[in-house]
């Protein structure tokens, strides 16, 4: 009987670990499907709903990612001010999944949404939604700081959905959270040299960037990418350029728009592009670090005196 349970004990040695089952998890955006990604680092992989160069501004839901929804055990999305056209999907076929909508994190910082036109000094500088009201801007990822309250609200969640992993993801989260602050301070240090020069947007996906950094961005060509702005917007703006000395203007490769043209012909405003949401970025754990490294280079090479360095 010894020999047999000897045996029976040096033959569970050598087994592999028991592996626990990952949560089935449903992002929405790629910036958070790489933060929710690098938190499940060694566990699992999330599911990436509205991926590559479509935007949530007027995603449609395909029957896949119904049925992905459906499957879900955690679902984690920005919220109705990015896409709200999965607030039903979501009630419905992922009714029985854990959900977690990053605009109603307690803590999250959220900015309001600026309106479409030329920007004062002070509506550029508006405080943040809690001490103002109405919309919000739903580009969240864009502030480190919330980059980690992302991280650490996912961890928890998913802690609570998947016990047997806990400690991995508390222990993800804490490396996550120390790479994002880390990332800030070279950040901080390349566009400090451009925070005065201002610059002009196409839609403002930017303002938590701008906010993070202390960028001077003066004013949008659109408040909705659907809609183009009219003439007199465009009139406005191309006085503002002229009036303000802005530096650069920057489209967005989800919304190319040829009515830059209007604003920058006969001046010596460069254009750039920003993509706010790391369209052409492989999917990961690494996108929201090389997203933001990329925004902090084309607004470094755009906004440097004579495009130098």
């Known amino acids: 009987m010894r020999r047999i349970l000897f045996w029976l004990w040096a033959f569970s040695l050598a ?63 920005v919220g109705e001010g990015l896409d709200g056209m999965l607030a039903k999907p979501i009630a419905s076929l992922g009714a029985s999944a854990r959900v977690l909508e990053l605009q109603q994190v307690p803590g999250m910082e959220l900015l309001p949404q600026r309106r479409a036109g030329v920007w004062s000094e002070q509506a550029a500088a508006a405080p943040p939604l809690h001490e ?10 864009l502030d480190p700081a919330n980059a980690r309250r992302i991280v650490a609200a996912t961890a928890i969640l998913l802690e609570a959905a998947d016990p047997a992993n806990a400690g991995r993801y508390r222990a993800n989260a804490a490396a996550v959270e120390q790479r994002i602050a880390a990332l800030r301070g070279v950040l901080e240090r390349q566009l400090a040299p451009v925070r005065q020069q201002p610059f002009i947007v196409f839609h403002d996906a930017y303002e938590y960037f701008d906010r993070a950094f202390g960028l001077r961005a003066v004013g949008a060509l659109s408040i909705d990418p659907e809609q183009p702005p009219g003439a007199r917007r465009l009139l406005a703006l191309r006085r503002l350029v002229q009036a303000r000395g802005a530096v650069c203007v920057f489209s967005e490769p989800q919304f190319p728009s040829p009515l830059l043209a209007a604003i920058t012909d006969g001046t010596s405003v460069r254009h750039g592009v920003l993509d706010p949401l790391g369209a052409a970025l ?26 130098g360095r």
């Open 15 to 77: 087994l592999p670990p028991v592996a626990f089952a990952a949560p089935r998890v449903v992002v929405d955006v790629p910036p958070v499907h790489s933060l929710v990604s690098a938190v499940m680092a060694g566990v699992g992989r999330p599911l990436l709903l509205i991926s590559g160069g479509r935007s949530p501004h007027d995603y449609a839901l395909r029957p896949s990612d119904a049925q992905a929804l459906a499957d879900a055990d955690v679902i984690i999305w």
């Open 282 to 307: 492989p999917p990961g754990p690494d996108l929201w670090f090389a997203l933001m490294h990329a925004l902090a280079d084309h607004v470094t090479s755009c906004l440097t005196p004579q495009g």
């Open 132 to 141: 103002t009201g109405g919309s919000i801007n739903p580009h969240l990822w």
